[in-house]
């Protein structure tokens, strides 16, 4: 069983910027792909971006966030990261980091991640 715990979060102007951690359990962690999804009020959740396994060359990013957001992974400190530049109030929402132990390449579908954080919350104001 793996256990994440997502940090953060917070309240920002727009056009600031915000970097979420998620720290996981185990000693497996360099084995797991990476993601990160968001749910704003009123709607479903959708992708952020992920990160490979391992080393984490390859990322992979949802286009609204595309050239704004860095996934990273630090796997000596259990820790992915999602550094949010660039904010802006569609940006608000609760911010979840998932844990894909299986597939070896970042992907968006929400049902290749077993594990699930219980979320931070991200607001930006205008």
């Known amino acids: 069983q793996v256990q994440l715990v997502e940090s953060g979060g917070g309240l920002v102007q727009a056009g600031g910027s915000l970097r979420l951690s998620c720290a996981a359990s185990?000693?497996?962690?360099?084995?797991?792909?990476m993601g990160w999804f968001r749910q704003a009020p009123g709607k479903e959740r959708e992708f952020v971006g992920a990160i490979a396994r391992r080393g984490g060359s390859t990322k992979y990013y949802a286009d609204s966030v595309k050239g704004r957001f860095t996934i990273s992974r630090d796997n000596a400190k259990n820790t992915v990261y999602l550094q949010m530049n660039s904010l802006n109030p569609e940006d608000t929402a609760v911010y979840y980091c998932?844990?894909?132990?299986?597939?070896?390449?970042?992907?968006?579908?929400?049902?290749?991640?077993?594990?699930w954080g219980q979320g931070t919350q991200v607001t930006v104001s205008s």
């Open positions: 185990g000693r497996t962690f360099s084995t797991y792909t």
């Open positions: 998932a844990a894909d132990p299986y597939s070896g390449q970042p992907s968006s579908l929400e049902s290749y991640y077993h594990y």
